[in-house]
């Protein structure tokens, strides 16, 4: 079963996570009629093709947990994902192997996925401060914790021009799955709570805005 995780994390935001098995006619079959593909498909990588479809299949079956409204998902001149009802938050993330997908009807979230591997490790000195790599401690698997802790404050931030070094932070707190990112630009500042779990030799984190304020 390629769904592997469907959870609502409050009443208003669900997530969902896929495990990639399907040939890519099965997941063009498995969009509702709504979904309009097909010019995006092409722009697509061919080798990320499947990881893309099942990450808009996976988006449709959770947004019917939300409504009954045969909403179409979009994506804006930056890039980001959205339904024409603003009433919906959606944020999605892909690996070769897993696609994962946060929704809300009230809360602007952020997602994203990352398989553990040294990669993260050779390219640490391009996106942590010296800070962070103290909390890293070159392991394996907190590098690419904290690597996909900033992909999430990155999309929650959702206007680009982002250097992960200078404008994202991010450090421990005294919870267990719990980091504290920080998005600081010239003219905003504003801290965000990050969840995270390893699962399946990935990382996944996601951010729900409920209450932080700019400071």
């Avoid at 079956?61 to 980001?80: D, H, V, Y």
């Avoid at 050779?122 to 690419?144: G, I, N, P």
Wanted: glycine share 2%; with cysteine; proline share 5%.
């Amino acid at each position: 079963m390629p769904l592997l995780l469907s959870k609502f994390i409050n009443d208003n935001t669900i997530i969902g996570l896929w495990r990639l098995e399907e040939p890519l006619d099965d997941l063009l079959q498995a969009l509702p009629p709504q979904a309009s593909v097909d010019k995006r498909l092409a722009e697509v990588h061919p080798k990320r093709q499947r990881e893309w479809l099942a990450s808009r299949v996976l988006t449709y079956s959770l947004l019917e947990e939300l409504t009954p409204l045969p909403l179409q998902l979009l994506r804006n001149e930056l890039g980001k994902p959205y339904f024409s009802d603003s009433r919906f938050h959606v944020s999605i993330s892909h690996s070769p192997a897993m696609a994962a997908v946060i929704l809300s009807d009230t809360y602007e979230v952020g997602i994203d996925i990352e398989l553990i591997s040294p990669k993260a490790l050779r390219v640490q000195e391009k996106f942590l401060t010296d800070q962070e790599q103290t909390y890293t401690l070159a392991d394996e698997r907190e590098t690419c914790l904290y690597w996909s802790a900033k992909e999430t404050l990155y999309k929650m931030y959702s206007r680009k021009q982002l250097i992960f070094k200078e404008n994202l932070a991010v450090e421990p707190l005294d919870k267990a799955n719990l980091l504290q990112g920080r998005v600081q630009t010239e003219n905003f500042s504003k801290l965000y709570r990050i969840h995270h779990e390893t699962l399946y030799g990935h990382v996944l984190t996601y951010c729900i805005d409920q209450a932080l304020a700019k400071v």
